[in-house]
């Protein structure tokens, strides 16, 4: 299905008319939790993870079989002020190693059985250095969403959302100030290792870009600020809520973008949950500005969609005990 909006106003009217969870499938997985030969509660966040995914995916007793996960790739101007320890060319290289099957991510895919699409997107051209002009004119910013959404495959059943961009935890920080508010020391960190004159000069870029784009419109600092991959991921995130796929997020760049969705449309991100708890400094606060508890906290820092894609095994646990496991009906055990 290709995107449904030509304009920034238009993807918008997309989100806010996506449909919500289905209420009866809900309910009956609900009723299905209470059944099973457990104690009430005893798997804890796994049985509110089923009966979440149960909802979206409007089946009472579901399974996942068909995960996917996309890794969108852009390079970036501002990388131009010195913001990142490793070269842009870094971007391309890295897409060739995802494309043949080399990165850690590709390991994850092949362990939890997830089909794998790479989306590099104008490597030749980076977006404008966002101190000194928007990131992207309306029609790029616009192209990449609908390159995200178009992405998502309508028969998969559970998507992540990954990225290689070198700058783009730059970035980020930006997208999250600009969203939720704060200094930009607040969400600046050391991405791929920085050291403190790097960080220094990293933070000192973002103070820039928030001073030059002074914005309220959540998409529109996505456009200003951000990436075509953070872009992408958007789009891609919004057709899962359309299509009515759960989406497990990564680490922090994935959650800035996320966050423009969250603060520009209510409930937006209700078929998310977030995968990892990242040791990027400010991911913390970032999840707390988007209201998701993390499901693994490894201190990981890799991005590429890594960590999510290693939380698609704690979701395929929940799923596996609840739809699995007998009734106490079923296995003939008194329920007290």
Same mark, same amino acid.
């Given at each position: 299905?290709?995107?449904?909006?030509?304009?920034?106003?238009?993807?918008?009217?997309?989100?806010?008319?996506?449909?919500?969870?289905?209420?009866?499938?809900?309910?009956?997985?609900?009723?299905?939790?209470?059944?099973?030969?457990?104690?009430?509660?005893?798997?804890?966040?796994?049985?509110?993870?089923?009966?979440?995914?149960?909802?979206?995916?409007?089946?009472?007793?579901?399974?996942?079989?068909?995960?996917?996960?996309?890794?969108?790739?852009?390079?970036?101007?501002?990388?131009?002020?010195?913001?990142?320890?490793?070269?842009?060319?870094?971007?391309?290289?890295?897409?060739?190693?995802?494309?043949?099957?080399?990165?850690?991510?590709?390991?994850?895919?092949?362990?939890?059985?997830?089909?794998?699409?790479?989306?590099?997107?104008?490597?030749?051209?980076?977006?404008?250095?966002?101190?000194?002009?928007?990131?992207?004119?309306?029609?790029?910013?616009?192209?990449?969403?609908?390159?995200?959404?178009?992405?998502?495959?309508?028969?998969?059943?559970?998507?992540?959302?990954?990225?290689?961009?070198?700058?783009?935890?730059?970035?980020?920080?930006?997208?999250?100030?600009?969203?939720?508010?704060?200094?930009?020391?607040?969400?600046?960190?050391?991405?791929?290792?920085?050291?403190?004159?790097?960080?220094?000069?990293?933070?000192?870029?973002?103070?820039?870009?928030?001073?030059?784009?002074?914005?309220?419109?959540?998409?529109?600092?996505?456009?200003?600020?951000?990436?075509?991959?953070?872009?992408?991921?958007? &789009?891609?995130?919004?057709?899962?809520?359309?299509?009515?796929?759960?989406?497990?997020?990564?680490?922090?760049?994935?959650?800035?973008?996320?966050?423009?969705?969250?603060?520009?449309?209510?409930?937006?991100?209700?078929?998310?949950?977030?995968?990892?708890?990242?040791?990027?400094?400010?991911?913390?606060?970032?999840?707390?500005?988007?209201?998701?508890?993390?499901?693994?906290?490894?201190?990981?820092?890799? &991005?590429?969609?890594?960590?999510?894609?290693?939380?698609?095994?704690?979701?395929?646990?929940?799923?596996?005990?609840?739809?699995?496991?007998?009734?106490?009906?079923?296995?003939?055990?008194?329920?007290?």
């Amino acid at each position: 299905m290709q995107a449904p909006f030509t304009t920034i106003s238009t993807f918008r009217d997309a989100l806010a008319k996506a449909a919500g969870p289905d209420a009866a499938a809900t309910q009956a997985a609900q009723d299905r939790n209470g059944q099973l030969t457990k104690p009430p509660g005893a798997l804890g966040r796994l049985e509110d993870l089923a009966i979440w995914y149960a909802g979206w995916r409007g089946d009472a007793q579901p399974r996942i079989t068909a995960p996917q996960v996309i890794i969108f790739a852009g390079n970036h101007g501002v990388c131009a002020q010195g913001v990142s320890a490793f070269p842009p060319e870094v971007t391309v290289q890295m897409v060739a190693n995802f494309e043949h099957g080399g990165a850690a991510i590709n390991q994850l895919c092949k362990e939890f059985g997830a089909k794998m699409d790479v989306y590099p997107l104008s490597l030749d051209t980076p977006t404008a250095d966002f101190t000194t002009a928007p990131a992207m004119t309306e029609a790029e910013f616009v192209d990449a969403l609908q390159t995200g959404w178009n992405a998502v495959d309508p028969d998969a059943d559970l998507l992540v959302t990954g990225e290689m961009g070198i700058g783009n935890t730059t970035s980020a920080a930006a997208v999250a100030a600009a969203v939720l508010g704060g200094e930009a020391a607040d969400w600046t960190g050391r991405g791929t290792g920085v050291d403190d004159a790097g960080l220094a000069r990293k933070t000192q870029v973002v103070e820039q870009g928030l001073a030059l784009h002074k914005i309220s419109d959540p998409l529109e600092a996505l456009r200003c600020l951000g990436g075509r991959e953070l872009a992408a991921m958007v &789009g891609a995130i919004a057709a899962a809520r359309h299509h009515r796929i759960p989406v497990i997020l990564d680490g922090f760049i994935c959650c800035a973008a996320a966050a423009s969705l969250a603060k520009a449309v209510d409930g937006a991100l209700d078929h998310t949950v977030a995968g990892h708890l990242s040791a990027e400094g400010a991911h913390q606060r970032l999840l707390d500005g988007i209201r998701k508890q993390p499901l693994l906290n490894l201190g990981l820092r890799l &991005g590429e969609g890594s960590g999510a894609a290693l939380a698609i095994g704690v979701l395929k646990g929940a799923i596996a005990c609840h739809s699995g496991m007998a009734t106490f009906a079923e296995a003939g055990v008194s329920d007290g």
